[in-house]
């Protein structure tokens, strides 16, 4: 478990990680790596869903968006402009040279782009097998047969995932250059023409062409424009921070699409060493939060917050768990259950029928427990946000752990995640340091065998 | 489905749970004649069965989850009334915890749902709460120690 937890606390990097192009051009509050791979796994799954040629491996293509990028973890985002970039690209007084360098591809010879790639991929490569190289077996193996096909680009899967995930960077340009104006989108645009070849992938990005620079509002009625509309929406998810680290005063509070990134790929390495369809599961986690693209991220907190509360009243509250009296906790749940459900309908209501009715059907499976794929996903929602609590203290010891760490004991109960949350417990312990009190295995299961005896003497088969 | 872990079910879970199998395995006769009603994503649509509707592998394997669910169950019982005071799965228990009030049902894993307050016998709170008796305090332990008083213990079941 403890190789597991070091490559959790890696790939929380790239949810801090802001994407180096959107620093270049001087973006308020860019994309992170984490924000781009979430959309871009939810766009490879749905332009594969509606199209036209044989359709592939729709979790693969999942899977393999989902680790493209970590490498970064160690040696960070390359640009095609690197190679003229100063040193130091934050700097106010390089500002204007920056600039000045964005406002033409970069003049670099075909030799010399070929061998930069080649060497970028080198190192990608050694980083790769340096990030995955303590995974359990079961695990390594997967992300392994994921990395070689992607990065030799030589099947069709490969190549439709690595230009989903260019694509997804180009839609993210568009929309900034409509936001705020800075991105050189007619550059973007000769780039994309030039590197992506799959059919389906250009017949897309013509679509995204005429919905966001020709602004035509004709073509959002048809399929792609559907789902160009619909990634749209989705992509509001990158900039909506999570209620729960929001009243707790986090510093840089993660994103909900960041947080389902992690959620992810830790449920897919969690759910594999368990056995579980992890095809289903990664869909499931990306799926599990996209309602809040519309009903936002509500937390059990709500019921007892009022509207006039101040920063420190909040935070007061947030230092304990949530206990509302059973009737209230209800009423709201009902309320949120409805909210929700009603977001996702909406959010979904124009994209193909059986593309809606699958997402409807992976977002029904975590809410309402319907697979044991559902049920262990909705648990380990719960974990990840321990484990990024812990994370938040680490940084910040004012932080409101206590919660977190008294929830995970009532709302866990899978033997996998459970042997996770001891991990992290020992983790937690040898870093505060002022909570030495640990029980002793062996007491432990002491315990657990007195109270077996007394729950068997409560049944009747 | 895990059979390692004992399944256990309050009347009320048996009760959805043979209906669900029931309504299931009208689906699928209905969808072998392709007379399968379609679903449209509307409000109006009972979101339980919504998720089959479409996905016969979905529909097949939860079936036969069921099967086995229904053939290795044990049934909740609310223990005999000498034994009241005491924590039992199937309990509703008042606790109080760090200074707060709550309210937790202990049910087997199948019907956990924290949140509605139906915690699993196998979370770490769910099996420190069973077997002990009404003020009676029960330290769940970890890096942070919590306390759980136990103030009232009832069984609805």
Redesign the interface.
Known sequence: MSSLLDFFIKLGKLKTNKRKGWILYDIKDPATTADHIFRAAILGWVLNSVSDKKKLNDARIIKSILIHHLPDIYIGEETPYDSLLPEDISSEKDKDIIKKILKKLPQVSAGMERKRAVQRQQVEEKTFHKIVAKLPNQIKEEIDGLWAELNKRRTSLSKFAWESAKLESYLQALEYWRKEGKVQHKLWNKWTKKNLKESFIIKFRKEIDKILIEKNKKCGESILGELVRFLNEVGKLKSLKRTGWVLAQAKRPESVAQHTFQMAIMSWVLGKMKGLDTDRIVKIALAHDLCEVYAGDQT?YDPILAPNYNKEEIYKIVR??A?VP?SQ??VW?MKKKETE??AV?RL??LLPK?L??EI??LW??I??????EGRFVAQVDKMVNLFQAIEYWKKDKKFP??PW???I?????D?IL?KF?DEL??E??IE?KR?P???RASE?RN??G??R???N????? | MDLEREIYLTKEGLRKLEQEYEELNNLKSRKAKEDAPTTVASLEVDPEYLAFQDDLNLLESRIVELEIILKNYKLIDPPGKGAHKEVFLGATVIVEVEGQEDEFTIVGSLEANPMFGKISNESPVGRALLGRKIGEEVKVQSAIVSIYKIKKITYRL
């Open positions: 059990p304990k768990p206990r059973h906790r209800l749940l459900w009603k309908v979904t209501s059986e809606r009715e409807i059907n029904l499976d809410e309402e427990g319907i697979t044991k752990i206590m760490w008294i929830l004991k009532e709302r866990v109960d033997p459970l949350v417990d020992r937690f312990a505060s909570f009190e640990k029980i432990r315990e657990r007195r109270n005896g007394k729950v003497s409560g049944l009747a088969s």
